[in-house]
């Protein structure tokens, strides 16, 4: 799971950029309904877990460079903050997803530094 103290963690010890980026799909995903996907066995509107974004986007919600928005992505995806999947592609290459790395309880002491 991704509890608001690894979050509190990501924000003390990580980059600015990076922080923003785990933000950024955070606030795009975690309880977002998902109409495509309709509702679940009981009856609950499905949940958004993948979200797509372009990268002129994420520079603009992070109000900084390209160069900050690519470090900022890099960095939460080496780290295991948020995971990426192909999702086809488009004119100027290979589209992306995006969604936040839960991790199971067993794995909860993981540091934000490793």
């Known amino acids: 799971m991704f509890p608001a103290i690894e979050f509190e963690a990501i924000l003390a010890l990580e980059r600015k950029a990076v922080a923003q980026v785990v933000l950024f799909i955070m606030q795009r995903t975690l309880g977002v309904p998902n109409t495509a996907e309709g509702r679940d066995k009981d009856g609950q509107m499905k949940r958004r877990e993948w979200v797509s974004f372009s990268h002129r986007e994420l520079v603009e919600r992070l109000m900084g460079s390209p160069t900050q928005a690519n ?38 002491s993981h540091s934000a530094t490793e």
């Open 71 to 108: 470090q900022g992505l890099k960095i939460a995806l080496d780290r295991k903050y948020i995971e990426r999947r192909e999702a086809g592609k488009t004119k100027g290459g290979i589209k992306y997803e995006y969604r936040i790395h839960w991790n199971s309880p067993s794995s909860s």
